[in-house]
């Protein structure tokens, strides 16, 4: 599905400008993430990101555009139900701005 069908979709249908891109793995399609984030930040929303790659394996450009991420593989053995946004303790969820995941590194 082209990118901008999917903007346009997410954009009438959604009301709240919140978004969550999750997967399989999305990094695994970096360069149309970042086509996505890059159109759906034009039109105002916050963005979460739930990878199990590190942090600092997310490119630069992806982590300037996001506003939450979750990183870290799921790990059964380490499952939670009782941590917001994160499946098993392994797992990270941050709140981003443009500096905070660099401090993080």
């Known amino acids: 599905m082209p990118i901008s069908d999917?903007?346009?979709?997410?954009?009438?249908?959604?009301?709240?400008?919140?978004?969550?891109?999750?997967?399989?793995?999305?990094?695994?399609?970096?360069?149309?993430?970042?086509l996505l984030i890059t159109e759906l930040k034009k039109r105002s929303f916050d963005i979460a990101l739930y990878t199990g790659y590190s942090i600092t394996d997310v490119p630069?450009?992806?982590?300037?555009?996001?506003?939450?991420?979750?990183?870290?593989?799921?790990?059964q053995e380490l499952r939670t139900s009782v941590?917001?946004?994160?499946?098993?303790?392994?797992?990270t969820f941050l709140p981003l701005n443009s500096h905070t995941w660099r401090k993080l590194c």
């Open 6 to 34: 999917v903007v346009r979709a997410v954009s009438s249908e959604l009301k709240t400008k919140r978004v969550t891109i999750s997967g399989g793995e999305p990094l695994l399609q970096k360069e149309s993430v970042l």
């Open 83 to 91: 941590a917001a946004y994160i499946g098993s303790t392994n797992q």
């Open 60 to 75: 630069d450009n992806i982590l300037d555009k996001i506003d939450y991420i979750k990183t870290g593989e799921y790990r």
